[in-house]
């Protein structure tokens, strides 16, 4: 949901979510306007006015869910000194900068904890950190604008909600300054006077695209103000014990959902980015031919769920003609396979490949480390370094020994040393022995004098592991050749 997105900064944030594959629902009052974003986008559109409780609860009752809010509505009233002030232009300001935000958060966050992955983003200002002159009462809001958002990022750890404040500098948009002035454009465009290049509101609205797809974490930084704090999760309840056993709970099956959907969206921002860019881990690929591949792997997965196939389908998805836009082609098939698996209980039987139990639980998992290393792979290849969240990450070395070595195994691998490697996760309690013997490798919880160590966070160990970082990167002692061993058979 995205407020005040009748022009500016929220009309642009609409466009870029809905490019990035979200259902966009968008508010405001100018409902002609806003109904011709809508149509545009392919989103839809509810009247909105943040200032009427009213008008709040009517917009939030008309959706039923919602995992992203954008608190985009506000702006500034005038220039007045504080010793001449209006109190009622800092009222106004107060009322839908502040109290529109507290609104809209109020009556939309049971929707965004029930959603498993919710995130709410408040639109700042540095005019929240700073002061200036006949700025009074704008700055006062912005304050308290930063204030409610820090707070609320305390009072919800331990809830799946995330919480974002965008606080741009001079962005110039159609309508702010103009509003501020009353529709006196001469002092309006004053503003920008001796500002080459002001911000613009796709700028902003990057801002925003970006922070809502960032993998889950569990840090917080001052940038944009943001912590991801750990969530409960469910037990396995296959019909079989995992191979590695688990002294944590696993990560549950809407959260994986959730998950293949948030870095399927940053594949596809990635690819936005340039699809000529090579993939060091893919010899001979581009991004454009990894999104194909993703997008491929989504048409598969979506046939087994959808026909509950018992058995291999018979044929694989034909690949894609030639002049096929990558970006859209990952985006639609994977608004296929979200909703394939979010059709299915995570014990609803299904074959898949591998010696893990027959169930829709197998393909949440896969799809998600499937879709958080490939969005990677597409970020790496542009110069970006985002981690793979760190409880998937750890999912992610067990699905590897679990799943994806025994049928590399199966399937023949080179000859090799004998040795155990050591991982240990800096960030998640987790540790594993890795056994490699001349023709295979096995993986057990725990670590024990093995004859090489290696410690780093989950998301280091993992792609160490799939061969995307290289171990000299990372904490490693003893005899380190046997991980040029593990990287020289296993290609996963």
């Not at 691998?413 to 540790?431: C, F, N, Q, Y």
Request: include cysteine; proline fraction near 6%.
């Amino acid at each position: 949901m995205v407020t005040g997105a009748s022009s500016g900064i929220g009309a642009a944030t609409a466009r870029q979510l809905a490019a990035a594959g979200y259902d966009v629902v968008v508010g405001a009052r100018r409902v002609d306007r806003l109904a011709a974003l809508a149509a545009e986008i392919g989103g839809r559109a509810h009247p909105l006015d943040v200032t009427d409780d009213a008008s709040v609860q009517a917009f939030v009752g008309a959706v039923p869910e919602c995992a992203v809010l954008v608190n985009n509505a506000g702006g500034a009233i005038g220039m007045d000194p504080v010793a001449t002030a209006d109190p009622a232009d800092w009222r106004r300001m107060y009322d839908v900068n502040v109290l529109g935000v507290l609104r809209m958060t109020q009556a939309l966050l049971p929707k965004l904890v029930a959603s498993g992955a919710g995130h709410v983003v408040v639109m700042g200002s540095t005019a929240g950190r700073i002061v200036y002159e006949g700025g009074g009462g704008y700055t006062a809001a912005k304050h308290g604008a930063a204030a409610l958002a820090e707070t609320l990022r305390l009072e919800l750890v331990g809830e799946p909600v995330r919480v974002t404040e965008i606080a741009p500098g001079m962005v110039a948009t159609e309508e702010f300054s103009l509003n501020r002035f009353g529709g006196d454009a001469e002092r309006a465009a004053q503003v920008y006077a001796g500002v080459p290049n002001p911000l613009t509101a796709d700028d902003v609205a990057d801002c925003v695209t970006w922070a809502v797809t960032r993998p889950r974490t569990s840090t917080s930084t001052s940038s944009w103000s943001s912590r991801w704090p750990r969530r409960p999760s469910t037990r396995w309840t296959g019909r079989a014990e995992p191979a590695i056993p688990h002294n944590h709970p696993m990560t549950a099956y809407s959260e994986l959902v959730a998950a293949t959907r948030r870095d399927g969206a940053a594949l596809a921002a990635a690819g936005r980015l340039g699809l000529a860019a090579t993939i060091a881990s893919c010899p001979g690929w581009d991004v454009g031919r990894l999104l194909l591949h993703t997008g491929r792997v989504y048409a598969f997965v979506t046939t087994v769920l959808e026909t509950r196939a018992t058995g291999a389908p018979p044929d694989r998805p034909s690949r894609p003609p030639p002049d096929t836009e990558p970006v859209g082609y990952l985006l639609a098939a994977l608004d296929d396979v979200v909703a394939a698996l979010t059709d299915l209980a995570p014990d609803s039987p299904v074959w898949n490949w591998s010696p893990r139990p027959d169930q829709a639980r197998f393909w949440g998992r896969r799809m998600a480390l499937e879709t958080a290393v490939h969005r990677w792979d597409a970020e790496h290849a542009h110069g970006i370094e985002e981690a793979v969240e760190a409880t998937l990450a750890r999912d992610g070395v067990e699905e590897l020994f679990d799943a994806l070595v025994p049928r590399l195994v199966a399937r023949g691998v080179p000859a090799g040393r004998s040795g155990t490697i050591g991982l240990h996760a800096t960030d998640v309690e987790a540790d594993w022995t890795v056994t490699l013997s001349e023709r295979g490798a096995v993986a057990r919880a725990g670590r024990d004098g093995a004859e090489c160590e290696v410690s780093g966070r989950a998301s280091e160990l993992l792609l160490l592991l799939y061969n995307r970082l290289p171990s000299e990167g990372l904490d490693s002692t003893g005899d380190t050749g046997l991980l040029d061993d593990w990287a020289a058979r296993f290609h996963v």
